[in-house]
Nanobody, 125 residues
């Protein structure tokens, strides 16, 4: 079964750090472009970060540039989002997604064909 599973969310104080993981349980997405989006209460889902299929290219939303880092392990089974300097406005449900085989860095939601269930990140002030 095609499945992406996020983990690593939680409650953290402003200025703190978290690392999110996105596991490809079916080992389906090793050649797919992948990315992270987030959705805060009452807001639309927004792009956060993306990595291309081989991990060699990344792209970030301006709001997280310099604070977040996206990566994937050598086997391309797990994608990570390292978050430092967290702010209350980073509070949201974070979703990982996969685009297509040999995909580039996808920054538009419509480019993604598969999604995980999301993990909650809450940053207190």
């Amino acid at each position: 079964q095609v499945k992406l599973v996020e983990s690593g969310g939680g409650l953290v104080e402003a200025g703190g750090s978290l690392r999110l993981s996105c596991a490809d349980s079916g080992r389906t997405f090793s050649t797919y472009g992948m990315g992270w989006f987030r959705q805060a209460p009452g807001k639309e889902r927004e792009f956060v970060a993306a990595v291309n299929w081989n991990g060699g290219s990344t792209h970030y939303a301006d709001s997280v540039k310099g604070r977040f880092a996206v990566s994937r392990d050598s086997a391309k089974i797990t994608m990570y989002l390292q978050m430092i300097g967290l702010k209350p406005e980073d509070t949201a449900v974070y979703y990982c997604g996969a685009t297509r085989p040999f995909g580039g860095v996808g920054i538009r939601e419509y480019e993604y064909n598969y999604w995980g269930q999301g993990t909650q990140v809450t940053v207190s002030s």
